[in-house]
């Protein structure tokens, strides 16, 4: 079985651009989260996606939005890229809730 | 908040010692999992314990829960060299939302 595929692993971006961020999820999972992670901040919860609904939002400006489709892979977006976006961004997928969640490789946003 | 805290920060032992990283957290979950992460890559799912857990085993790895004590523990027995990482525990209230703690970053030394 594939495991959660981010694409891509890396990008770079301009300040004041947007970047599209894609993750397909495990077959067969219905949930989808994502977290940035920054040697600051850890890692911090975005947002989560359970059938194309989102259920959970962090405390991210709303520069952040995300979105899922009805075969569960994910895409999330940031408009208008700030220096402070760099980061590591990861997505998990789970079964359903109280279930493992499983990470894919990230993508790694530098932000110039 | 309810994040974890992982402790100690940072944990240096021989190959083949055992190692134990301990996570708190502030308020009532569903579930907790543990994580490792090498060198700022993915995260790789080690083990999930449920609220209603007390232990659970796998392979070198045992996790206990305390929910009174709102602690976990990871143990890693006969460590390798491969062991080193960083390892995050994550806590689940809320429909999959999970909170982090900074991690524990082990060094085995071969």
Redesign the interface.
């Known amino acids: 079985k594939a495991g ?1 595929t ?1 694409t891509p692993r890396y990008l770079i971006k301009t300040r004041g651009q947007q970047v599209t961020l894609s993750c397909s999820p495990i077959s067969g999972h219905r ?1 989808v ?1 994502w ?1 940035q ?1 920054t040697p600051g901040q ?4 975005l947002f ?1 996606y ?1 059938s194309e609904t989102q ?2 939002k ?1 405390n991210f400006p709303g520069r952040f939005s995300g979105r899922q489709f009805s075969n569960s892979r994910s895409e999330m977006n940031v408009s208008t890229l700030e220096l402070g976006d760099s980061a ?1 961004y ?1 997505c ?1 997928s ?1 079964v359903s ?10 993508t ?1 946003l530098t932000v110039v | 908040s309810q994040q974890g805290e992982e402790d100690p920060q940072a944990l240096s032992i021989q190959e083949g010692e055992n190692a134990t990283m301990n996570c708190s957290y502030k308020t009532s979950i569903n579930n907790l999992q543990w994580y490792r992460q090498n060198s700022g890559r993915g995260l790789v799912h080690l083990i999930l314990i449920r609220s209603n857990e007390r232990e659970k085993h796998s392979g070198r790895l045992r996790v206990t829960l305390d929910t009174s004590k709102k602690s976990s523990s990871l143990l890693i027995t006969a460590s390798r060299a491969a062991d080193t990482a960083s390892y995050f525990c994550a806590t689940d209230n809320n429909f999959n939302k999970f909170y982090f703690g900074s991690g524990t970053k082990l060094n085995v030394k071969p």
């Open positions: 959660v981010q949930s989260s977290y992670q850890g890692l911090q919860f989560e359970f259920r959970n962090g590591l990861l998990a789970s809730t109280n279930t493992e969640a499983f990470f894919g490789q990230g790694r």
